[in-house]
């Protein structure tokens, strides 16, 4: 259905739109409407009129929600929405429902399904929460934006000090937020509404006994493995809720090439070339599920100001590789504190959602927060100590409870993060002289 949308009287002339379209939509239709809108020529967002009282068909009360497209060349100044019921942002044409009935709408049926559309309302909420601040100014709803992030991640034991154990992960990430392939399946969970974030990673694990200098290893000390992998996520925010679902895929063994890289790196940086990886495990695809779940809670402060945080961490492994469960948190505090659910490790997500942007364009550029946590792992099975699955190999008896806590600082300035943790990881198989430690570090960009 067309209707005259008569242009703002103070834009100049070549802004001047006479027609615009006007799309009445059912709750739960906003992310439909906004692909459609999007292919339209000119489109740069979308708003809602203020509801109204009205009277449809049958005398029932309605909150008529009334879109319309805004060219891209009206941007300028003097398109303020104003405290008038129905304003259009950039036009002063007041769109009530008698309007709509004037335009034509006579037809009993469609009278039905826009009386549908306007008690379903797609702006309902958006209304209430307008209402409880400010009942006179018109609603706004916006297409959501698109945002990539990519972002590498390294964990080395050289942090602290050792070669040993967990020493070395190397993780690549790629993300976008909105519409995606994905979409079915997010649709299909229970979790699924909200923020939507896709992932797309590749990575490298080592591992290697206390002492890499026994050309054959202690039977009694880790085996040497290595992990070449890819992995496919899904990260859904809403509110204060964060729910992931990440996929790996890849193989353990020679054909991860964790042997030449090692000896390679070592070759650069001058150091004693490791002596027992031909005594790796053999090679075996690897397929595991991870699931987390995070919260947010802000104990104190503002969020653009100084404030104090917790984010509870709940995670489940299952598959040939990982089986476990986790439980703890982090604590953050600092200033200008990211829109985000804190940090993560390779032994978990990997990598989380970029932070989400503030509707402020007056807040800061820049944050900086300390964080540490603490998670206690319940582990039925670890691939690296437990040895292969379908062939005898070097393997230890493990740990199933093993504890582990970590400190670190991030740092965000404009669309550049930076995080840097330490992390005390237990003992994980029996007979393990000292715990592990290693460092954490992330550099993330947002585009």
């Known amino acids: 259905m067309r209707l005259p949308c008569k242009p703002h009287k103070n834009l100049p002339p070549v802004n001047r739109l006479t027609p615009c379209e006007v799309t009445m939509l059912r709750k739960g239709n906003a992310s439909f409407a906004a692909k459609r809108l999007r292919r339209v020529p000119g489109f740069a967002g979308f708003h809602a009129g203020q509801r109204e009282s009205c009277c449809a068909p049958r005398r029932a009360p309605c909150a008529i929600s009334i879109l319309c497209i805004r060219p891209r060349m ?51 909420p958006a209304v209430n929460a307008v209402e409880a601040t400010n009942t006179t100014a018109p609603m706004e709803v916006r297409a959501e934006l698109r945002q990539w992030s990519f972002a590498v991640r390294w964990e080395n034991d050289t942090f602290g000090g050792t070669d040993q154990y967990y020493t070395d992960g190397v993780s690549l990430s790629l993300m976008h937020t909105g519409s995606s392939w994905l979409d ?109 779940h995070r919260r947010k809670y802000r104990l104190l402060g503002e969020p653009q100001g100084f404030a104090v945080e917790a984010l509870p961490v709940g995670n489940v492994m299952l598959g040939n590789l990982l089986v476990q469960g986790q439980i703890g948190g982090q604590f953050r505090f600092g200033y200008n504190i990211l829109d985000d659910f804190g940090t993560t490790l ?30 206690a792992n319940l582990v039925l099975h670890n691939l690296t100590l437990d040895g292969n699955t379908w062939k005898d190999s070097p393997s230890v008896d493990k740990e199933w409870f093993v504890p582990a806590a970590e400190v670190g600082m991030a740092v965000a300035i404009r669309r550049f993060t ?13 007979g393990q002289p000292e715990n592990s430690e290693f460092g954490a570090f992330t550099v993330s960009y947002v585009f």
């Open 418 to 430: 930076v995080a840097f943790a330490y992390v005390f990881w237990g003992k994980e198989f029996e």
């Open 184 to 292: 079915p399946v997010a649709d299909w969970l229970p979790w699924g509404s909200g923020r939507r974030t896709v992932g797309y990673e590749a990575g490298q694990i080592m591992v290697t006994p206390s002492d890499t200098t026994r050309p054959i290893p202690d039977s009694n000390d880790r085996p040497y493995a290595g992990i070449l992998s890819v992995g496919l996520s899904l990260h859904v925010e809403r509110d204060n809720r964060y729910n992931g679902l990440k996929f790996i895929t890849g193989v353990v063994g020679p054909w991860s090439l964790a042997d030449e890289t090692q000896k390679q790196v070592h070759r650069w940086v001058g150091s004693g070339q490791p002596q027992g990886w031909d005594y790796q495990l053999h090679n075996e695809p690897i397929f595991n599920l991870v699931y987390e």
């Open 346 to 375: 390779m032994r978990g997500m990997g990598h989380l959602p970029p932070p989400r942007p503030s509707a402020d364009a007056a807040a800061p550029k820049w944050g900086a927060y300390f964080f540490g946590g603490v998670n």
């Open 74 to 124: 009206a941007t300028s100044k003097t398109m303020q929405p104003t405290n008038t019921a129905g304003v259009l942002y950039g036009w002063e044409k007041a769109v009530r429902m008698k309007d709509i009935l004037d335009a034509g709408v006579r037809h009993e049926s469609l009278k039905f399904l826009m009386a549908g559309a306007v008690a379903g309302g797609l702006m309902l």
